[in-house]
């Protein structure tokens, strides 16, 4: 997992911090984030939806994977049990480094 969150979660965090700000993880409700959900994956919480996010940063759907916004699970030739675990697994990289920065016990700057 700690290669997930030094190859996704921190820059795609990286990059919301260029966009939005420090703060944005005191928006994130950590019991609903799901990566798999357009409007509770973390682009969906604090965009409305994730497309709408990744619309606004200026970002693809590689890009989105690259970032761990989301699994692109077509692409990489997963079976829906292999996208729900791989989604699950993304979400506890985020949960990890967003109740980090939520307890500040880490800091992250663009």
């Known amino acids: 997992m700690l290669e997930l969150i030094n190859d996704r979660v921190i820059p795609g965090a990286l ?20 990566s798999s959900s357009d409007t509770n994956s973390v682009l969906g919480q604090l965009y409305g939806s994730r497309e ?11 890009e989105a994977d690259n970032f761990g916004f989301h ?31 939520q307890r500040d016990t880490v800091r992250i700057a663009a």
């Open 52 to 62: 709408k996010g990744l619309r606004l940063m200026l970002l693809d759907t590689e």
């Open 71 to 101: 699994v692109n699970a077509e692409a990489f030739g997963m079976d829906n049990n292999m996208a729900v675990t791989a989604h699950r697994i993304l979400d506890l990289g985020w949960v990890n480094l967003i109740s980090n920065l």
């Open 15 to 34: 990059r919301l911090t260029e966009s939005q700000g420090d703060g944005w993880w005191h928006r994130i409700n950590l019991e609903r984030l799901d």
